[in-house]
């Protein structure tokens, strides 16, 4: 079976697709800056050879964008099908799916619509992957289409984790809630973590730490999330690249009243130059590590500021759990730096988080057991693969 699984932005569209159940990925790439004067696609194909295109050209919108996809694929000579309907179903990724959604969905207007009506929710992200759909519907039309949902695994948090201590009728009437974010990848890990140590996901207590661009950290007890750190939308909880996390609500009414800044200047200081980059004018990680690395000051800052945050979060979230079999780091900076290990682990020795910091240090492919022998705490660090997942989940509802 070969799934094509989708990733739409505003301005771009990540791909893969796999031949399943092999999870063998045939092609992958990202098409970005769609509708601007060049626009990029970065595409790879596996087999039968490897081979590796940038192409350059201006792509006005994503029908465009889509079509051009289609014919990488389909290409004669470098293609790896030779006609869409070799493609059994398309996975999507759609960002948010309200309290409609509790796990992956098959496609349809009723669907659609209410992905629609989750809008408000994402009005950055649901509008995007939408289109996505709406074009994918086009080009592949005998495929089943699928949307795996961000928030879909953070549907099993109680009430008591998922309100805001706000008046009732903003959740009655306008659902202001916690959803969470990241679910595809905590699920994953979560799963992951399950296999490799050959017990029943129902029977762990997990912390899954997710560190990338956007960052947030999920308690996941005998399989379900019970509580997650981003909130109504992705910019609560940790410090990220560039978004803030938790801070003072009353701040941004500070911002309007005192400084003078407008609704949506708050809301862009606050998702796009706050977090890593407002404290030490970077948001990527690796240059932060440098930084420091040279003396700079605010990038130390930064990374001890960054590194509290999920400490705080990790204490919190033994608290709620109980019992701690394991706590998991993924993605960009969880599953390649060491030092922001080292130092969210440090001091964690009394809820049994003791990390070796050898182990931590050696490099490798696949899952890796972190913690010191005999601590009773398992650290595991554990690759994400969100596009796998979706692709796993998209063949498990279309059979
Ligand atoms: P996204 O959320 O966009 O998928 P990633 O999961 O790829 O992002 O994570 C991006 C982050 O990972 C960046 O801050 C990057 O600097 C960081 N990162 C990648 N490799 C390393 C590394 N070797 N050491 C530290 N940070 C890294």
Not at 178 to 197: C, I, K, N, P, W
Not at 208 to 237: F, R, V
Not at 242 to 261: E, V
């Amino acid at each position: 079976m070969k799934i094509l699984v989708i990733n739409t932005g505003s301005s771009s569209i990540k791909y893969q697709l796999f031949l399943m159940p092999d999870k063998i990925v045939l092609a992958n790439g990202v098409l970005e800056k769609i509708g601007e004067a060049t626009s990029r696609i970065k595409h790879e194909v596996f087999k039968p050879q490897s081979l590796k295109q940038v192409i350059e050209e201006h792509i006005p919108d994503h029908k465009t964008g889509l079509q051009t996809i289609v014919d990488l694929l389909t290409h004669p000579d470098h293609g790896v099908i030779e006609d869409v309907s070799e493609v059994d179903a398309v996975g999507h990724r759609v960002v948010h799916g309200g309290e409609d959604f509790q796990a992956p969905t098959l496609i349809n207007d009723d669907v659609l619509d209410a992905i629609k009506r989750n809008s408000p929710l994402a009005p950055l992200h649901n509008p995007a992957n939408i289109m996505g759909i709406e074009t994918a519907r086009l080009f592949f039309k005998e495929a089943h289409q699928v949307a795996v949902f961000d928030t879909a695994f953070h549907q099993t948090i109680p009430a008591k984790a998922f309100l805001y201590a706000l008046p009732h009728d903003l959740y009655k009437s306008h659902k202001i809630r916690r959803y969470g974010f990241h679910g595809t990848s905590h699920h994953y890990v979560s799963e992951q973590a399950a296999l490799y140590l050959k017990r029943p996901l129902s029977a762990l207590n997990l912390i899954t730490i997710h560190l990338g661009n956007g960052g947030s950290i999920t308690a996941i007890k005998g399989g379900q999330s019970i509580d997650t750190s981003m909130g109504m939308t992705p910019l609560e909880g940790l410090v990220m690249g560039t978004r803030s996390g938790d801070i003072d609500p009353a701040i941004p009414y500070f911002l309007c009243k005192n400084i003078g800044l407008s609704i949506e200047e708050v809301d862009s200081l606050l998702n796009t130059k706050s977090g890593l980059k407002g404290i030490c004018d970077n948001n990527d990680m690796r240059d932060i590590l440098a930084l420091r690395e040279k003396g700079d000051q605010r990038a130390k800052l930064a990374i001890e500021m960054y590194c509290y945050r999920i400490k705080k979060y990790i204490g919190a979230y033994s608290a709620v759990i109980g019992r701690l079999d394991a706590i998991i780091f993924t993605a960009g900076i969880g599953e390649n730096s060491r030092e922001i290990r080292e130092e969210v682990c440090c001091e964690l020795e009394h809820i049994g988080i003791r990390l070796d910091s050898e182990k931590s240090r050696q490099r490798g492919m696949g899952i890796k057991e972190l913690q010191v022998d005999g601590a009773c705490t398992k650290i595991l660090l554990i690759p994400t693969n969100e596009e796998l997942k979706i692709a796993l989940e998209t063949m498990t509802l279309v059979g």
